[in-house]
């Protein structure tokens, strides 16, 4: 089975100020990653992914997030958060060893405020 | 060019209807998926097609029935449709491989009075 946890619902951060979503997951072999985020009223948009390879990823918009093998960690960052970034933020896995399946399990989500 | 699409966008019906909602893709993606989003955002994934065989079919009630009558089309019929139905839905496409990542259309709000 696969799971992904976001512990947070709401992260309100200072535009300028550094950001950390969080993200832990659960699966019984390794796990590809994903971030996506969700604007209003709109369809979720690709972020970045983890597949292999260094541990450090980044993606769209001056994000990135670090896989943490031992500590089953995919965070999301952005050195300098801006008020568009404010959006709703979902983590997502898949187990390698998901066979066909082949389906992802995306995390409950976390509201990201960017205060100006 | 819109990559992925839905029609329509919003919905609102009578309990006991039935209704469809459509999706195309111009990709060239050869997986398309449907999403349930509830009023608490969770997002929950109900099927999905590769190359227009079925796949995935989670614990969805018998009156959902998609349909796929080509790689670049997936449509959803519900039939006798109930106040928990209410929810957003999101189609979604990808190539097969399982690494690459989802594309998700804009969503159809389905109402149920």
């Known amino acids: 089975a696969q799971s992904v946890a976001q512990p947070e619902d709401q992260v309100n951060v200072a535009e300028g100020n550094p950001l950390t979503v969080k993200c832990t997951y659960s699966v019984s072999g390794n796990p590809y990653l994903f971030w996506y985020v969700q604007y209003p009223n709109r369809g979720l948009q690709f972020l970045l992914k983890y597949i292999t390879g260094d541990n450090l990823v980044k993606g769209s918009y001056g994000f990135e997030a670090e896989f943490n093998k031992s500590q089953t960690s995919f965070h999301l960052k952005k050195p300098s958060a801006l008020v568009s970034d404010s959006a709703l933020y979902f983590c997502a896995v898949r187990d390698r060893s998901s066979g066909s399946a082949r389906q992802l399990t995306f995390g409950s989500g976390t509201q990201l405020t960017v205060l100006p | 060019d819109t990559a992925v699409s839905q029609t329509p966008k919003y919905l609102v019906t009578q309990m006991g209807n039935d209704k469809s909602i459509k999706c195309e893709q111009n990709?060239?993606?050869?997986?398309m998926y449907w999403y349930k989003q509830d009023s608490k955002k969770f997002l929950k994934i109900m099927f999905s097609y590769n190359n227009k065989e079925l796949i995935i079919n989670e614990t969805v009630p018998n009156r959902f029935s998609p349909k796929s009558p080509d790689k670049a089309h997936l449509n959803l019929h519900i039939n006798s449709l109930e106040l928990g139905d209410s929810a957003v839905y999101f189609c979604?496409?990808?190539?097969?491989?399982?690494?690459?990542?989802?594309?998700f259309g804009p969503g159809t709000r389905l109402t149920v009075l």
């Open positions: 990709l060239g993606h050869d997986t």
């Open positions: 979604a496409s990808s190539f097969w491989t399982g690494t690459e990542e989802q594309f």
